[in-house]
């Protein structure tokens, strides 16, 4: 064997890995659940079931670790994640009833796929903030309109939304995601977030908000499952708790720009390991002879 | 697409009134409750368990093997409330996570009765909408537990 270790050990990588993916979750708004699926199945060998299980708590607590700082620093826009978050649950639980019948490798494609897609709506042009946005009335009616601090520049920023139907569409879609591969459908949030106009740290702000309602109908579907093993859950929550609260904290000091780019390079890994995952001719999916050189480059 | 278009507006016309502003701290403060909540009972799981099984901190195995070693746990309420009485640390975990799924349940129903004071009836509907989507959601959930699993063994017959 390559690896051998304590449980105690297993516990230690597994909360160190989880401080990172929290950090990064609340950074991006993301929930860093992306990032703990491919770490604990790939690289720490636990069951793809529970693998996903602890990345839906690792949503669950970056999104009520983050969210409390960035609702009470009025980072987050609350009206339009209220909103959303309708359209995301009705999704998550279409999602949870699909799981039964959907195929493990088909999961690994579409995983890979949603991270492909992400990272292409992250590199498209950027939008000037300042320009006019299309009219949309039904964000009028529900008032969805916001403004910020943001305390990088100084600025007070107002900001004007728009697209809202194509929001609670995409936002469904990012459920279903959620629902059948336990992301928390952050990776899909934050382009709709983006699309609908809202400025790039108020989306991440707003994307950790709704992320935990999304993750809380997922949950509760996998808990009852059986897939959500304390002995793995236990530190993965314990990590991201810290790791969304060095977020929160390093969200006023880092430049919009560093985070996206950072945003993109973990969306274009994560996709390429994902789709290779789903591609991999079976085996047993979950001790594939690939993973151990992937531990060991 | 040919929509009219709206620039941004100044950012002086957007001063919200204090009111909405008890929404977002009526949130905050139960996202906070339910954090350090949560946070407790899972610090207190591990540290139990790593203080039962003293062997877990000395006897090495394989990687594949390191995240088996606790394979039975409990995974409904009722059976969560008995590993907690039996003071396994794995029922406290497992409490922890029960928390934190609840936590966003509860941010809905504050903003609930939030958007009722406000007298804001669609984002009352919303939010009801929400809750009873939640529901649904763990109502199928519960329906849809695998049978073949079986419940698992009580907590006493374990080392």
Redesign the interface.
Same mark, same amino acid.
């Given at each position: 064997? &390559?690896? =051998? $270790?304590?449980?105690? =050990?297993?516990?230690l990588i597994a909360f160190v890995f989880a401080l990172f993916a929290g950090t990064l979750g609340s950074l991006l708004g993301i929930g860093g659940g992306i990032i703990m699926t491919p770490v @604990?199945s790939q690289l720490?060998?636990?069951?793809i079931r /529970?693998a996903f299980g602890a990345s839906i708590?690792c949503v669950?607590?970056t999104?009520?670790?983050s969210?409390?700082?960035y !609702?009470?620093q009025?980072m987050a826009n609350?009206?339009v994640a +209220? @909103?959303l978050?309708?359209a995301t649950?009705?999704g998550?639980?279409t999602g949870?009833?699909l799981l039964?019948f959907a195929p493990k490798r088909t999961l690994f494609v579409l995983f890979g796929l949603a991270m492909a897609f992400t990272a292409f709506m992250m590199v498209r042009k950027r939008i000037n903030?300042?320009a006019?946005?299309?009219?949309d009335p039904l964000a009028d009616? @529900?008032h969805l309109?916001?403004?910020y601090h943001d305390t990088d520049t100084g600025q007070?920023?107002?900001?004007?939304v728009t697209r809202s139907k194509i929001g609670l569409v995409l936002m469904y879609i990012g459920g279903i995601l959620s629902g059948l591969l336990g992301i928390g459908a952050g990776s899909i949030a934050m382009p709709t977030l983006a699309t609908m106009r809202l400025p790039f740290k108020v989306c991440s702000a707003t994307s950790n908000y709704m992320l935990? !309602?999304t993750?809380?109908?997922?949950?509760? +579907?996998?808990?009852?499952?059986?897939w *959500?093993?304390?002995?793995?859950?236990?530190?993965v929550?314990?990590g991201v708790?810290c790791g969304a609260t060095i977020g929160t904290r390093l969200v006023h000091r880092i430049h919009t720009k560093v985070i996206r780019i950072i945003f993109v390079i973990i969306l274009l890994i994560t996709a390429i390991q994902m789709l290779k995952k789903g591609f991999t001719p079976p085996d047993n999916p979950t001790?594939q002879p690939t993973s151990a050189s992937e531990?060991h480059p | 697409?040919t929509?009219?278009?709206?620039?941004?507006?100044?950012?002086s016309?957007?001063a919200?009134p204090p009111v909405v502003?008890h929404?977002? %701290?009526a949130?905050?403060?139960i996202?906070?409750v339910?954090?350090i909540l949560? &946070?407790s009972l899972? +610090?207190l799981?591990?540290a139990i368990?790593?203080v039962r099984?003293p062997e877990?901190?000395?006897?090495?195995?394989?990687?594949?093997a390191?995240?088996?070693?606790?394979?039975i746990?409990p /995974?409904?309420t009722a059976d969560t409330l008995n590993y907690m009485e039996h003071f396994r640390?794995?029922g406290f975990?497992?409490a922890?996570? &029960?928390v $934190?799924?609840? %936590?966003?349940?509860a941010?809905?129903i504050a903003?609930i009765f939030a958007y009722a004071r406000l007298k804001d009836r669609?984002?009352v509907l *919303?939010?009801v909408? %929400?809750l009873l989507? $939640?529901l649904?959601?763990?109502v +199928?959930?519960?329906l849809?537990?695998?049978t073949h699993?079986g419940p698992p063994p009580p907590p006493t017959t374990e080392p």
């Open positions: 064997m &390559l690896y =051998s $270790l304590t449980p105690l =050990s297993f516990t @604990l720490l060998q636990v069951d /529970y708590v669950l607590a999104s009520a670790g969210a409390g700082a !609702v009470r009025h609350l009206r +209220i @909103l978050q309708l649950a009705v998550a639980v949870g009833v039964s903030p300042r006019t946005v299309p009219l009616r @529900l309109h916001g403004h007070h920023i107002a900001y004007r935990g !309602v993750a809380t109908a997922t949950a509760g +579907i996998y808990f009852a499952h059986g *959500i093993n304390p002995f793995i859950v236990g530190p929550a314990l708790f001790t531990v | 697409m929509l009219p278009t709206v620039p941004p507006p100044p950012p016309s957007t919200e502003r929404v977002e %701290i949130i905050s403060y996202l906070r339910g954090v949560s &946070l899972i +610090i799981g591990i368990t790593h099984h877990f901190r000395t006897e090495t195995m394989p990687l594949e390191a995240s088996k070693v606790a394979p746990f /995974y409904t640390g794995r975990v497992v922890g996570i &029960l $934190l799924i609840f %936590i966003p349940v941010s809905t903003s669609a984002f *919303i939010s909408g %929400i989507v $939640l649904v959601g763990f +199928i959930g519960h849809q537990t695998p699993r």
